[in-house]
């Protein structure tokens, strides 16, 4: 290295030192480490791509864009967490390891808190376009019990890839909640969920653009599962053959939430009703994971 590179480099790492120094009377000790440990990668990356005035100022334009298209329906920030893998990385330092439990993964932006309550074997598609879809299963404990009054929040796109908070018209449709029944047992009505693009008309799609990768998502379920003394559970069920589980945009697909849609076209649905144009059914057990950590 030349003299000057080397007078270049100490001169790089004593900004680092300072700005670090001036976090060290931060009187929360968990935030002066998250702020020492964000300060030393965030200019260790600096030096690493060697990060140039005009890269500075379009990453600033970035942020700013996002901002700027962020409100109360349009989460821009998580997006990019989501496109960027944090999410997930999020899911996988959180999720302690519960063998046999259903796996976690990312929560997505698309979740209300006052959807509707469902009766056990309800609908929760409300008007949502798409091919009925009979979800059944049991919420069990991973040693096999069943557990009663489990409080499961569901909620999805239509078949045109859209959730109800996307259209300007204020409607709710593909989400609600319903519990458990005595035998642990759940059962509700939906329409079989279909691929769709985050979106993808804002920074983070034009990140995505650039870097020649894609917005869509397999198809999904979206699920949260709560009980007393039992871990929280937020997880999807993705549907066999889909043509984009292999890229999810946002990383979330595990293979054990994988699930195969059968399609009925004679037979009567177990509820005894003949959905008009046939049906499709998903069983899928919810195993959580006992909050002590079994
Ligand atoms: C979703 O599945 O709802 C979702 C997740 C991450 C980004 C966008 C949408
Ligand atoms: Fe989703």
Not at 131 to 148: D, F, H, L, N, Q
């Amino acid at each position: 290295m030349s003299i000057d590179n080397t007078v270049a480099t100490d001169r790089e790492h004593a900004v680092t030192a300072e700005v670090l120094a001036s976090f060290d009377k931060t009187p929360d000790p968990r935030l002066r480490d998250v702020m020492g440990s964000l300060v030393r990668h965030l200019h260790a990356f600096a030096r690493d791509i060697r990060l140039t005035p005009p890269e500075w100022e379009a990453a600033i334009e970035f942020l700013t864009r996002a901002g700027h298209i962020t409100d109360d329906r349009r989460q821009e920030f998580i997006l990019l967490s989501d496109v960027l893998g944090l999410s997930m990385l999020t899911v996988a330092i959180n999720e302690a390891a519960a063998p046999g439990a259903t796996e976690s993964t990312v929560f997505g932006p698309f979740f209300v808190d006052d959807a509707p309550e469902i009766p056990l074997g309800g609908d929760i598609a409300r008007g949502a376009p798409g091919c009925a879809c009979y979800v059944s299963g049991r919420v069990r404990s991973v040693g096999g019990e069943p557990i009663v009054g489990a409080r499961i929040e569901v909620w999805e796109a239509d078949a045109d890839g859209f959730y109800d908070v996307q259209y300007a018209d204020g409607r709710s449709a593909g989400r609600g909640w319903l519990r458990s029944g005595a035998d642990g047992g759940y059962r509700f009505w939906s329409v079989l969920p279909a691929p769709y693009p985050i979106p993808h008309d804002g920074p983070v799609g034009d990140l995505l653009t650039a870097t020649a990768r894609g917005p869509m998502r397999p198809a999904h379920l979206h699920f949260m599962v709560t009980a007393p003394d039992f871990r929280p559970l937020i997880t999807h069920i993705f549907l066999a053959d889909d043509p984009y589980l292999d890229c999810d945009a946002v990383f979330g697909v595990k293979e054990n939430l994988v699930v195969e849609a059968v399609h009925h076209t004679d037979t009567p649905a177990p509820d005894g009703s003949h959905p008009q144009g046939g049906w499709t059914s998903i069983t899928f057990d919810l195993v959580l994971a006992q909050a002590d950590g079994h």
